[in-house]
Every structure is written in structure tokens, then in C-alpha cells.
């Protein structure tokens, strides 16, 4: 295990969650783990709250945390952020490219290349931060899919120097695995609907995962 393996906080704000409760639970999970980036971003079909937006982002940026949206050049601007994820789509290379050539050079561009080597070799070639591998939630075989995530983490790893992400990573296991096979980054998702104790429980766990040494051979 590399010992730069680090935690993403992969923060997914729930429909209706009030700005200091959502607040709370992000200042908990950075207290209870070192947190190297976070994305802030809506739970899945919502928009994002503006307000609760600049919120995080301000919280994590007075902790000296990159503070990343999945929104779009403008409106990451708008509301301060130091970067943009992109989520994994069909025609996420052309996506990324279009995103680049709009973006300022200091904003951090992340993307989510999906299984795709190709892609993830022609993002990566285009100038992008890191790239990210994960397991979308509406994936039925998971442990296929877990399978094939790990490959692919391996593949990049020994062969590139831009970081990698492992996303929709399911619990500490995983995460030692992932960091095993050379994952910069493992992302641990956090919601704005958790408890502060359920955040902090579950960052420590995690952290612990990445910090457990390789067994001897």
C-alpha cells in the first residue's frame, strides 16, 4: 500500500437538508479524518442549493481542503469553489474537453472515466487532475464490478503519474483493497442526512483501512 493513499470526501447533499445541519456534518467528518479534497455535490435527480453550497465550500477551504462541484464552469465560480468533478457519461472525453478549454488553468478538473481505459488515457492526456474509477450505484453484479474497478486502479497505477480516484467505494475492505492496488485517492461517501457521530464513525473507519499496513509476504 502506498502511504500516499488519501481520503476524498465524496459528500452528497440530501434534498431539504438545512445548511448548518449539512455544515455540522461536514466539519465532523473532516475533524475526524485528514480529508486531502471534497466534492460537494446534490443527491441523485436534485439540484444543488446554492446556499448550502457556498456553506461547504467555505468550511472546507478554512481548512485548507480543494473543495470541488459537479456543476458546470459558471456556476462553480459563482460559488467559489476550487474545481469541478465530472460524473461518468457516454461521451465523457468530449465532455472534459469542452470543460477545459472554458475553465480557468487554476481550477481543479476531475473526471470520472467509467471502465473505459481509452478514455481514461485521452482524459488524462487532456490535462485533467485526476482521473476517478467507480461502481455507479444502479450496477447489479457489484462484485464484478468491484472486481474490474480494482483491475483498473492496478493498470493505472503502474503506469501513470496523474492520480487516481476510486469512487463508490462500499466499505472499509474495499478501501484497503483499493488502496493495495495503488489508488491515490479513495473516495468515502457522506451525506448531509447522516448524524455527526455516524460521519465521524464511518471517516475513522475508513481512514484506518487506508493506514493498515500491507502484510508481509
Given at each position: 500500500?502506498?502511504?500516499?493513499?488519501?481520503?476524498?470526501?465524496?459528500?452528497?447533499?440530501?434534498?431539504?437538508?438545512?445548511?448548518?445541519?449539512?455544515?455540522?456534518?461536514?466539519?465532523?467528518?473532516?475533524?475526524?479524518?485528514?480529508?486531502?479534497?471534497?466534492?460537494?455535490?446534490?443527491?441523485?435527480?436534485?439540484?444543488?442549493?446554492?446556499?448550502?453550497?457556498?456553506?461547504?465550500?467555505?468550511?472546507?477551504?478554512?481548512?485548507?481542503?480543494?473543495?470541488?462541484?459537479?456543476?458546470?464552469?459558471?456556476?462553480?465560480?459563482?460559488?467559489?469553489a476550487d474545481g469541478i468533478h465530472l460524473p461518468w457519461s457516454k461521451d465523457i472525453a468530449r465532455q472534459f474537453k469542452t470543460l477545459k478549454q472554458s475553465a480557468s488553468a487554476s481550477m481543479v478538473i476531475g473526471v470520472d472515466a467509467g471502465r473505459s481505459?481509452?478514455?481514461?488515457?485521452?482524459?488524462?492526456?487532456?490535462?485533467?487532475?485526476?482521473?476517478?474509477?467507480?461502481?455507479?450505484?444502479?450496477?447489479?453484479?457489484?462484485?464484478?464490478?468491484?472486481?474490474?474497478?480494482?483491475?483498473?486502479?492496478?493498470?493505472?497505477?503502474?503506469?501513470?503519474?496523474?492520480?487516481?480516484?476510486?469512487?463508490?467505494?462500499?466499505?472499509?475492505?474495499?478501501?484497503?483493497?483499493?488502496?493495495?492496488?495503488?489508488?491515490?485517492?479513495?473516495?468515502?461517501?457522506?451525506?448531509?442526512?447522516?448524524?455527526?457521530?455516524?460521519?465521524?464513525?464511518?471517516?475513522?473507519?475508513?481512514?484506518?483501512?487506508?493506514?493498515?499496513?500491507?502484510?508481509?509476504?
Amino acid at each position: 500500500m502506498s502511504s500516499a493513499t488519501s481520503l476524498y470526501l465524496d459528500f452528497e447533499v440530501t434534498a431539504g437538508s438545512a445548511p448548518a445541519h449539512a455544515a455540522r456534518v461536514l466539519i465532523a467528518a473532516c475533524a475526524a479524518a485528514p480529508v486531502e479534497s471534497v466534492l460537494i455535490r446534490a443527491a441523485e435527480g436534485a439540484e444543488l442549493d446554492s446556499e448550502t453550497a457556498r456553506q461547504l465550500i467555505a468550511e472546507a477551504q478554512k481548512r485548507n481542503i480543494a473543495a470541488l462541484v459537479a456543476l458546470g464552469v459558471d456556476d462553480a465560480r459563482k460559488l467559489g469553489a476550487d474545481g469541478i468533478h465530472l460524473p461518468w457519461s457516454k461521451d465523457i472525453a468530449r465532455q472534459f474537453k469542452t470543460l477545459k478549454q472554458s475553465a480557468s488553468a487554476s481550477m481543479v478538473i476531475g473526471v470520472d472515466a467509467g471502465r473505459s481505459r481509452h478514455d481514461a488515457m485521452e482524459i488524462a492526456e487532456g490535462g485533467a487532475d485526476y482521473v476517478a474509477f467507480g461502481v455507479p450505484p444502479h450496477v447489479e453484479d457489484r462484485e464484478r464490478a468491484a472486481e474490474r474497478q480494482l483491475d483498473l486502479v492496478s493498470w493505472w497505477s503502474e503506469l501513470f503519474e496523474i492520480p487516481c480516484v476510486a469512487f463508490n467505494v462500499d466499505d472499509a475492505d474495499a478501501a484497503h483493497a483499493l488502496a493495495l492496488a495503488g489508488a491515490d485517492f479513495v473516495a468515502i461517501r457522506i451525506t448531509s442526512a447522516d448524524t455527526e457521530e455516524a460521519a465521524g464513525a464511518r471517516m475513522r473507519q475508513f481512514s484506518a483501512a487506508l493506514a493498515t499496513p500491507e502484510p508481509a509476504q
